[in-house]
């Protein structure tokens, strides 16, 4: 079946340092999300792409749909200590969506 | 405006109790989903709804699993006869369409089978 290959797996980083991190699969997706989960509350979308090339940004967030639809990466510039938790890519095809298995972020003083 | 709210929060049970799992959508929202999440993991897709029909179920770990939609609303979902390695957070999300795009989560409910 599709599976999304999400890394790195966590990330242990200095409050204002950039962050990077990337899906990819072997299989092709018309949509990738991501999202961010907090502790004890559900994801929540951060941004939506659905066109294959397409970069978009939220604030200091920039996501890419990969131009082979099989890869999308988010981009968090100058990380701030609110930007701790577990985000989430998801690929989404015909019928379904799949996510990946996160990226723990940590924000060290 | 009010988001999907799930109830209970935390659920403990006993091995082989049943437990039910409510999920009231967004308002309006005609899509509705359950996932599973074991302790750091990603998300398991259970079933999806399209109004108060199913045309996805092919998540459901087991024939343990059964969830319903009425009203094209609150949703619910059923475990019989539960097992410890049911124990993780269900989260349920609603979508205005039934596309797959833009799900909007609930904060979940912890299950805990003991």
């Known amino acids: 079946g599709q599976q999304l290959n999400q890394s790195p797996q966590s990330m242990f980083i200095q409050e204002g340092e950039d962050v990077s991190m990337n899906c990819t699969s072997s299989s092709i997706f018309n949509t990738w999300l991501w999202y961010k989960q907090e502790p004890g509350e559900g994801p929540v979308l951060l941004i939506a792409l659905y066109k294959a090339g397409e970069l978009t940004s939220n604030g200091r967030l920039t996501a890419q749909f990969g131009i082979t639809r099989k890869d999308s990466f988010l981009n968090i510039s100058a990380s701030i200590p609110s930007d701790v938790g577990i985000y989430f890519c998801a690929g989404g095809g015909d019928d379904k969506i799949i996510f990946g298995k996160g990226t723990r972020l940590h924000i060290l003083p | 405006g009010a988001g999907v709210s799930q109830s209970p929060s935390n659920k403990v049970t006993e091995k082989g109790k049943d437990v039910e799992l409510r999920c009231d959508p967004i308002?309006?929202?005609?899509?509705l989903y359950w996932y599973r999440q074991s302790l750091g993991q990603g998300l398991e897709f259970l079933i999806y709804f399209q109004g108060n029909s199913a045309p996805d179920k092919s998540g459901l770990p087991s024939d343990r699993f059964s969830a319903e939609r009425t009203g094209g609303s609150v949703s619910t979902l059923t475990i019989q006869r539960t097992q410890q390695e049911d124990s993780a957070v269900y989260l349920c999300?609603?979508?205005?369409?039934?596309?797959?795009?833009?799900?909007?989560f609930g904060p979940g409910t912890r299950l805990t089978v003991l």
């Open positions: 308002s309006g929202h005609t899509a």
């Open positions: 999300a609603s979508s205005p369409t039934s596309t797959y795009n833009e799900q909007f």
